[in-house]
């Protein structure tokens, strides 16, 4: 079964970048696309883009726009979420996700059915 | 982008109840919107996807329907396990909005 393996929390400066990895287990890589998800402290989820490995473009929230690069290393297995310019605001868990397209009659549904543990990351001065 | 609204933000319900939320897109969505269940300090958890089809290994006490801009979540018979918030999700579009969130919670 596959897993996302995520690396540990993260201490930043403002004005400073942060690189999270997600590191891919038990299963087929660069079949599936990636997305990552923020939840600031006692707040809902934020999406801020994805990726398919296998075609390396990724789609990002035009909020994140500028500010966030997402990649992945097939030879690893790993996908990384790379945020800068970070500011206070952007303390909160990061998660990646396994976008899954399941097929219903002739339309694809995604959905993200595996994600990894989530990284904490603080901004703070 | 598309908004998600969710109603209600908060409920109070016991074991054993029925529990219906509902999910609200901006502008038609089809049937692409799933559902997570999140609990304190963890990752959230698939329960639902294509607005009605339950995820392997979910439980069939959920049940998820609707269409367009209209969904809504059920737990026929709620457990202990299933106190916590819950998300709607639409992935319609980029960029795939997440509803604000159900926290349910012990009566």
């Known amino acids: 079964q596959v897993q996302l393996v995520q690396s540990g929390a993260e201490v930043k400066k403002p004005g400073s970048s942060v690189k999270v990895s997600c590191k891919a287990s038990g299963g087929t890589f660069s079949s599936y696309a990636i997305s990552w998800v923020r939840q600031a402290p006692g707040q809902g989820l934020e999406w801020m883009g994805g990726?398919?490995?296998?075609?390396?473009?990724?789609n990002y929230a035009q909020k994140f726009q500028g500010r966030v690069t997402i990649t992945t290393d097939e030879s690893t297995s790993t996908a990384y979420m790379e945020l800068s310019s970070l500011r206070s605001e952007d303390t909160a868990v990061y998660y990646c996700?396994?976008?899954?397209?399941?097929?219903?009659?002739?339309?694809?549904?995604?959905?993200?059915?595996?994600w990894g543990q989530g990284t904490m990351v603080t901004v703070s001065s | 982008d598309i908004q998600l609204t969710q109603s209600p933000s908060f409920l109070s319900a016991s074991v054993g109840d029925r529990v219906t939320i509902t999910c609200r897109a901006s502008?038609?969505?089809?049937?692409?919107l799933a559902w997570y269940q999140q609990k304190p300090g963890k990752a959230p958890k698939l329960l639902i996807y294509?607005?009605?089809t339950l995820q392997s290994g979910v439980p069939s006490r959920f049940s998820g329907s609707g269409s367009g801009t209209e969904f809504t979540l059920t737990i026929s018979s709620l457990q202990p396990e299933d106190f916590a918030t819950y998300y709607c999700?639409?992935?319609?579009?980029?960029?795939?909005?997440f509803g604000p969130g159900t926290k349910v919670d012990i009566k």
């Open positions: 502008q038609g969505i089809s049937s692409y």
């Open positions: 990726i398919i490995p296998i075609f390396g473009t990724a």
């Open positions: 294509a607005a009605s």
């Open positions: 999700q639409q992935l319609n579009s980029y960029p795939f909005t």
């Open positions: 996700a396994r976008v899954i397209t399941m097929v219903r009659g002739v339309k694809g549904f995604d959905a993200f059915d595996i």
